[in-house]
C-alpha cells in the first residue's frame, strides 16, 4: 500500500518534526504490512539531519512490524548516499557507511567512536577532561536508549554544514524520554507530567531514572558545552521539541507525537580551546 506523497520542505523548526511525526503514524497506523512512500524533495529545501531522519523510517517501521520501502527523488538520493546509508546503490554497488556515515549502533563503545571521530577532526583542541566527558556523556545517551526506552533499533552520523559546522545526530525507536521518565514517576507514586515537564526533568543534574553507578542522560554537561562553545542542541520525543541555540533554550509543544528520540548536536570549531565552565572560571 502506498502513502500520500511526502513532499513537503524539510528545513529547521516545528512543522518538519510534526511531519515527520505524522509519516510515523501512517506507517503505523496503516492495514497492510507492506508500505512504500514516495519522497518528491527535488525542489524544496532540506537539510542532512531529516535525510537521516528519512532514512531511519525504514527501521522504524520494522520496530512497529511494517515493511517500508522508499522511493526517492534525485536529490534525496544524492543526499542519502553522501551521508553513505546503506541500501543506497550507485552504479550496481551498494554505498556502506564509514567513519563519519550512517550506522547501525549496537554498544556504547560503538556510539563513543562515532563522536570521537568529530572530535578527531576539530581543528581546536579539547582538554583531556572534557573530551573524555563529551565521549561518556554522549555514550549516555545510548545507554539511555538501550536499557530505558528499550529501543528495538539505534542509529547515529555525524557530517559537516554549511560554514563548517560539525553535526552528530542519535536517533532511537525506544519509548521516548517523556514516557520513560512518566513511567518512573509513576512508579514512585506520582502522577505524570507533560512531556515539557518530564524532558525538563530529565535535563536536570542529578535526576536519573537508572539505578546504574554514574547513571543518566548527560544532557546537562552537553547542554554546558553548546552553550559555551555558541553552538546547538535539538531534541525531539514524545510532544515536545527541546531548541539551544546562541539565543537561549525554547520547549516547544508539539501537536503530534514524535516515535523515539532524535537527538542533535551542532559544534563550531573556532580559535579557542574547549573547556569546562569551571576550567574557565580557574
Known amino acids: ?43 524544496k529545501r532540506t537539510g542532512l539531519p531529516f535525510i537521516f531522519l528519512l532514512a531511519c523510517m525504514p527501521y522504524y517501521a520494522n520496530s512497529v512490524g511494517k515493511n517500508l520501502e522508499m522511493m526517492v527523488d534525485n536529490k534525496t538520493f544524492t543526499l542519502m548516499r553522501r551521508l553513505r546509508v546503506p541500501g543506497v546503490r550507485e552504479g550496481g554497488k551498494e554505498t556502506f557507511a564509514g567513519k563519519t556515515g550512517f550506522h547501525s549502533l549496537t554498544s556504547q563503545e560503538e556510539v563513543v567512536i562515532l563522536a570521537n571521530s568529530i572530535l578527531e577532526k576539530f581543528p581546536v583542541a579539547t582538554s583531556d577532561e572534557l573530551r573524555g566527558e563529551i565521549e561518556l556523556n554522549i555514550g549516555e545517551i545510548f545507554n539511555n536508549a538501550h536499557e530505558h526506552s528499550n529501543a528495538k533499533s539505534i542509529f547515529g552520523s555525524w557530517f559537516t554544514k554549511k560554514r563548517g559546522i560539525y553535526c552528530f545526530v542519535c536517533y532511537d525507536t525506544g519509548v521516548g524520554i517523556p514516557e520513560k521518565v512518566n513511567r518512573f514517576i509513576e512508579e514512585n507514586g506520582y502522577k505524570r507530567v507533560s512531556d515539557i515537564a518530564a524532558l525538563k526533568w530529565a535535563m536536570r543534574r542529578g535526576n536519573s531514572t537508572s539505578s546504574r553507578n554514574n547513571p543518566g542522560l548527560g544532557l546537562d554537561l552537553l547542554r554546558e558545552f553548546v552553550s559555551l562553545n555558541k553552538g546547538a542542541m535539538r531534541i525531539c520525543t514524545g510532544n515536545v521539541l527541546y531548541y539551544l541555540n546562541k539565543d537561549g533554550e525554547k520547549h516547544i509543544p508539539l501537536s503530534k507525537k514524535f516515535s523515539g528520540t532524535i537527538f542533535e548536536m551542532d559544534i563550531i570549531p573556532d580559535s579557542k580551546t574547549y573547556r569546562f565552565k569551571r576550567e574557565v572560571e580557574q
Not at 502506498?2 to 520542505?9: G, M, R
Open 1 to 43: 500500500m502506498q502513502l500520500e506523497t511526502f513532499s513537503e520542505p524539510l528545513t529547521k523548526g516545528q512543522f518538519a518534526y510534526e511531519r515527520l511525526a505524522q509519516l510515523q503514524s501512517d506507517i503505523s497506523n496503516c492495514e497492510n504490512k507492506n508500505v512504500s512512500i514516495l519522497i518528491d524533495l527535488e525542489d
